[in-house]
T-cell receptor, first 109, second 117 residues
Framework: GQNIDQPTEMTATEGAIVQINCTYQTSGFNGLFWYQQHAGEAPTFLSYNVLDGLEEKGRFSSFLSRSKGYSYLLLKELQMKDSASYLCAVFDSNYQLIWGAGTKLIIKP | GAVVSQHPSWVICKSGTSVKIECRSLDFQATTMFWYRQFPKQSLMLMATSNEGSKATYEQGVEKDKFLINHASLTLSTLTVTSAHPEDSSFYIC?????????????FGPGTRLTVL
């Protein structure tokens, strides 16, 4: 079956750095997305990786290793507004999006 | 970026009534739209994939006669929850695939919160 694993919840301190991991086993791979979802709102796009390596976008970076079925989202200089759920999703061979359950990130002052 | 709208944003209805939710892609054409449901503190659950001009493809366990999907144009898909019951209360989110984007990205609507009394 297809499966995406990410931690349920993480806590970090304002101004610090946090890394949210995602591992996947899917039938084929056509890219991995990270989305941010604030409570009561729809997800918003953060990043897309299809090749191995690190993609940096401001305070957020996303890493992919296809051979390991592994990705992480790195958030730097954490701000209170970064408190949200972070969803990992993978395009399988049919471009069907397979979703992880999300990681709830709690930022403390 | 591409914009997807949903209407209504929230709706409260009585048990047994039907509710229609609209999903529109405002500045791009979407041959494929997706309908998700999300219960509190849970992840997105794909309900169905809607292709313009053809029947929707429903995920296992989703009743197609209860959740009617119509994708009549390249910018509009509708989800009708028929004979709604309290257990249908949820956050319904649509997304649209922009085939013109570099990686078939899905853009999400703001969601519709349905409460069935």
């Amino acid at each position: 079956g297809q499966n995406i694993d990410q931690p349920t919840e993480m806590t970090a301190t304002e101004g610090a750095i946090v890394q949210i991991n995602c591992t996947y086993q899917t039938s084929g791979f056509n890219g991995l997305f990270w989305y941010q979802q604030h409570a009561g709102e729809a997800p918003t796009f953060l990043s897309y990786n299809v090749l191995d390596g690190l993609e940096e976008k401001g305070r957020f970076s996303s890493f992919l290793s296809r051979s390991k079925g592994y990705s992480y989202l790195l958030l730097k200089e954490l701000q209170m507004k970064d408190s949200a759920s972070y969803l990992c999703a993978v395009f399988d061979s049919n471009y069907q999006l397979i979703w992880g359950a999300g990681t709830k990130l709690i930022i403390k002052p | 970026g591409a914009v997807v709208s949903q209407h209504p944003s929230w709706v409260i209805c009585k048990s047994g009534t039907s509710v229609k939710i609209e999903c529109r892609s405002l500045d791009f054409q979407a041959t494929t739209m997706f309908w998700y449901r999300q219960f509190p503190k849970q992840s997105l659950m794909l309900m169905a994939t809607s292709n313009e001009g053809s029947k929707a493809t429903y995920e296992q366990g989703v009743e197609k006669d209860k959740f009617l999907i119509n994708h009549a144009s390249l910018t509009l898909s509708t989800l009708t929850v028929t004979s709604a019951h309290p257990e249908d209360s949820s956050f319904y989110i649509c997304s649209a695939r922009d085939v013109g984007s570099s990686y078939n990205e899905q853009f999400f609507g703001p969601g519709t919160r349905l409460t069935v009394l």
